[in-house]
């Protein structure tokens, strides 16, 4: 059976995995350490759970996306509730007539990574090693599933109360326009399931084995830390040395925040975060939409979307979600080239600079860094 394979997580691969999925999150995602205490309580509850590897899913398999949605502020006063998401899968199965056979994420990083994986033990339902995003993202139709071709509707939403709803539409932007509106009215806070999926398609359309990748590379950034060497110059080489799908990693700034602009506005935490480095000569700022989209330093592109911008704790080297910002945090920025299939031109249409509004082109970390060497 399912449960027999795959990767194995118990409670002590959490702070590898917690420190992972917080650094692919963009600053998004919610924040993974409410995630942990979830994940945590279910392990202890049902026992170590295991992650499928995306090939073993069957081609006939109905898989479903499943998470938090909301603004991130909210979800650290009013926990996620695993009975709002049993809710909504039952409202899908009974949409598509048939049992689900497979939960995913739909964003790697923060909470989000998590919560099916709590939700796959409480349901003893296999919980696939992917997500449609390979970070986070503040939209529904950013999903991959969504971008290659999958039809995120129906979309089941439930509240904390169990107040729920069920939306279908035709677009997958609609479904996002009107699901957003309809947990701003659940107080920004209401678990989803959404993207009912054959497991052929799924394949297609999936970033793999990015739960096992968060505990990677907490394995390396944690291991780096306890030995003293610097975890962030240890992550560059990790990801340039991957086997399969190597990546830019880079630092881009080491100081102070100086400076917290943040509003909840149409479901989301929109802002920016201005620091300095500790000799007051350089500056840098990101812009955020519940994630890290852009950042310049003195003034210029360092790195943007769909490349994975995380603030980390200067210290502890801890990733700071944008929720948790706080004038006066000693931080090193640092970010990550995205995955393929973030970075084709049909995915750049929907998650690309211009789809948040900005008037550039996506420009890939690896050009920006060694120009900016």
């Not at 997580?9 to 650094?23: K, N, P, R, S």
């Not at 409410?34 to 499928?52: D, F, N, S, T, V």
């Not at 909470?111 to 449609?132: F, K, Q, W, Y």
């Not at 110059?233 to 880079?250: S, T």
Request: glycine letters at 10%; charged letters at 20%.
């Amino acid at each position: 059976m399912w449960f027999n394979r795959g990767m194995k997580i118990d409670t002590d691969d959490l702070d590898e995995i917690v420190y992972g999925t917080a650094l692919l999150a963009s600053g998004g995602g919610g924040d993974p350490y409410i995630g942990k205490l979830i994940l945590q309580q279910a392990i202890e509850q049902y026992g170590p759970a295991r992650l499928l590897d995306p090939s073993r899913i069957s081609d006939r398999a109905l898989v479903v996306v499943v998470g938090a949605v909301g603004a991130s502020t909210v979800f650290l006063e009013r926990f996620p509730s695993l009975d709002a998401l049993i809710c909504a899968v039952a409202l899908i199965e009974r949409s598509a007539g048939r049992k689900i056979d497979a939960l995913v994420a739909a964003e790697a990083g923060g909470l989000n990574a998590l919560l099916p994986i709590a939700l796959g033990l409480r349901l003893n339902l296999p919980v696939i090693d992917a997500d449609g995003m390979g970070r986070a993202f503040p939209e529904g139709q950013m999903m991959t599933y969504g971008i290659y071709g999958g039809a995120a509707s129906p979309m089941a939403i439930v509240d904390d109360h169990l107040n729920l709803t069920v939306v279908g539409c035709d677009d997958n932007r609609k479904t996002e326009e009107l699901s957003r509106s309809i947990v701003a009215q659940m107080g920004n806070s209401a678990m989803g399931a959404c993207y009912p999926m054959k497991g052929k398609f799924f394949k297609s359309a999936c970033v793999r084995n990015t739960i096992s990748l968060s505990k990677e590379i907490g394995g390396v950034a944690l291991t780096a830390r306890q030995a003293k060497h610097n975890a962030n110059d240890a992550l560059i080489e990790f990801f340039a040395n991957r086997a399969k799908d190597p990546r830019c990693a880079a630092t881009l700034f080491t100081g102070k925040i100086t400076d917290v602009m943040s509003d909840i506005g149409g479901g989301f935490l929109r802002g920016a975060v201005k620091m300095e480095s500790n000799a007051g000569d350089e500056n840098c700022e990101i812009e955020f939409r519940n994630e890290n989209l852009i950042a310049r330093v003195n003034g210029d592109i360092a790195a943007l979307v769909p490349d994975i911008i995380t603030v980390l704790e200067h210290d502890t080297g801890a990733p700071i979600t944008v929720e948790n910002l706080r004038f006066g945090q000693r931080v090193t920025v640092f970010a990550i080239e995205a995955p393929p299939l973030l970075k084709t031109p049909k995915a750049l249409e929907v998650i690309g600079p211009r789809a948040f509004g900005y008037d550039h082109d996506y420009q890939p970390l690896n050009a920006l860094h060694v120009r900016a060497a």
